[in-house]
């Protein structure tokens, strides 16, 4: 008899994303803070007992004609090292419906191996920290979208997560994805790491954002505290990424940022219908633009109910 699962999977910007060091393995430590949106993919995994393992990934929505279902999907690898974490064989078969686009700096990918670790934890009763060192193999990301919370601190290497209670209410979100897709590790190949002192005070801008928004202040008093270091990185270099901003900027968001190593841009904006207006102006044939909002833990819907899907090519 097939066991089943079902899991929202959703997609995070960079509200802060600040670099402060690079360690001699080659890794760079960070300081951030994560949020997790609305936006986001739809995942069942259907497991039934067998005597050998064999994993199918199908793969649908508006985003996943693309990509592959065989062993280089995180998805895909998830199961198979769960599994083999466990000494178990079953069948499994994975659903995915795509709605984040990749190397968007999304982290939809990720999002996707830890939800399928979360469907097998539930499946199997095993407790998800018994795999969190798994998550942090499959990907950097990965163990942000194990825990429930909305905001996550993220420090070291992205391993160190700390949940960020945000009682207050959060504004809305514009994402832009200017259909460019941007490869982390050339980004980081162009990072010039900031000077000390500079590093030290950006991360004491992260502090009072993370107490702001853990005191329930409104947008207007941490707007000005977001900051990405990879924009510098990306903006000489990708010209859409960078034109993206500019475009939000001149709309007048109330706060516009590149979230992760890119390529999407996102506007922070405080009301419903400035977001919707927003959304409209800024759409064209060249972009995917998506409204969003922050997906609180205590959600009972299964995401999505307030996301738009709109604009960019077919």
């Known amino acids: 008899m097939a066991n089943t699962s079902k899991q929202f999977c959703p997609a995070k910007i960079n509200l802060f994303l600040e670099v402060t060091g690079k360690r001699p393995n080659g890794y760079h430590n960070l300081a951030m803070l994560f949020g997790k949106l609305t936006l986001g993919d739809d995942l069942t995994v259907e497991v039934s007992p067998a005597e050998e393992t064999s994993i199918t990934l199908d793969i649908t929505g508006p985003l996943g004609q693309h990509l592959s279902g065989d062993g280089t999907n995180i998805a895909y690898k998830a199961a198979q090292r769960f599994l083999e974490q466990f000494g178990l064989t079953a069948r499994c078969h994975i659903t995915l419906v795509k709605r984040i686009p990749m190397g968007a700096g999304l982290g939809g990918g990720s999002s996707d191996g830890a939800g399928v670790l979360r469907a097998l934890c539930e499946i199997y009763q095993k407790p998800r920290q018994s795999v969190m060192a798994l998550a942090a193999k499959l990907g950097a990301d990965v163990p942000v979208f194990m825990y429930e919370e909305t905001f996550m601190k ?106 992760g190593s890119g390529s999407t841009v996102f506007a922070l904006v405080d009301s419903e219908t400035k977001a919707k207006d927003l959304v409209n102006n800024i759409r064209n044939t060249e972009r995917l633009v998506f409204f969003s909002a922050f997906r609180r833990e205590t959600d009972e819907n299964n995401g999505n109910t307030d996301t738009s899907y709109g604009g960019g090519p077919s």
Request: proline share 7%; hydrophobic share 40%.
């Open 154 to 259: 993220g420090e070291g290497i992205g391993e160190v997560l700390t949940p960020v209670h945000a009682p207050g209410k959060m504004p809305f979100v514009v994402l832009v994805y200017p259909c460019t897709a941007v490869a982390t590790k050339g980004v980081f190949a162009r990072l010039k790491l900031p000077e000390q002192k500079e590093c030290l005070t950006n991360v004491s801008k992260l502090n009072k954002l993370i107490k702001d928004i853990g005191c329930g202040k409104p947008l207007t008093a941490w707007k000005d505290l977001l900051f990405n270091r990879l924009e510098e990185c990306v903006f000489p270099c990708v010209h859409s990424v960078r034109n993206t901003k500019e475009a939000l900027c001149k709309l007048n968001a109330d706060s516009v940022l590149m979230s």
